[in-house]
């Protein structure tokens, strides 16, 4: 799996919108990118995923560039409660590849 | 729906002693996976199984094994404790190993004295 890059930290007013970033410039073209946030000491929860368009949900925007090599989170309204650590992966979905492998992450920190 | 369920969720031991880490799911999951998060690392996997009966390594397997004999649990051995393994154990589920995304448990927080 490609490996990803991340800043370690950012922060982020509150109600202001939050765009984390990722670097994957190795990414091949079977290779989804998949986002998750841990908050505090909790497991992580998955956010959203993509492969090469825009993905939208309840949580976030996922905006992946068109040569796929980088893609933004987007927390649109950021609360205080979105003050995590995001991990940004790179996983196949090839029959062999069973292992998704974390990097660690950006620490969004959203202030008052 | 449980989820992901581990336990202990949290334990102590001594240098030597051995202990298993019992995660079990029950969303009928054929993919799960054990992590290790050291103090504010990321997480780094350990081992993980495609199925029953198979398991494979992962980053960082030494000094762990694991076994899949039914498709809900996928237990973590801790043969002879060492303070290096001092962490939070995250264990993680999936459909399949080609799709969907993980689920988390909350996590198993173990000190080696």
């Known amino acids: 799996d490609a490996k990803t890059t991340q800043p370690p930290s950012m922060d982020c007013a509150e109600g202001r919108a939050a765009n984390l970033p990722c670097n994957h410039s190795t990414i091949s073209g079977n290779e989804y990118v998949y986002w998750y946030r841990q908050i505090h000491s909790q497991g992580p929860q998955y956010i959203i995923h993509?492969?090469?368009n825009n993905e939208t949900n309840e949580m976030a925007s996922l905006i992946i560039t068109e040569d796929r090599k980088s893609s933004t989170l987007i927390l649109p309204h950021a609360t205080l409660r979105d003050t995590a650590v995001y991990y940004c992966?790179?996983?196949?979905?090839?029959?062999?590849?069973?292992?998704?492998?974390f990097g660690d992450g950006t620490t969004l920190t959203v202030k008052p | 729906n449980a989820g992901v369920t581990q336990t202990p969720k949290f334990q102590v031991l001594k240098t030597g002693q051995s202990m298993t880490l019992q995660c079990a799911q029950d969303m009928n999951h054929e993919y799960m996976s054990w992590y290790r998060q050291d103090p504010g690392m990321g997480l780094r996997l350990i081992h993980y199984s495609v199925g029953a009966g198979i398991t494979d390594q992962g980053e960082v397997p030494n000094g762990y094994n694991v076994s899949r004999s039914t498709t809900e649990d996928f237990p973590l051995r801790l043969l002879s404790a060492a303070p290096s393994q001092t962490s939070v154990y995250f264990c993680?589920?999936?459909?399949?190993?080609?799709?969907?995304?993980?689920?988390f448990g909350e996590g198993s927080r173990l000190t080696v004295l």
């Open positions: 993680a589920s999936r459909p399949n190993q080609n799709t969907g995304e993980l689920f």
């Open positions: 993509g492969l090469k």
């Open positions: 992966i790179v996983r196949s979905f090839n029959t062999n590849a069973g292992k998704s492998t």
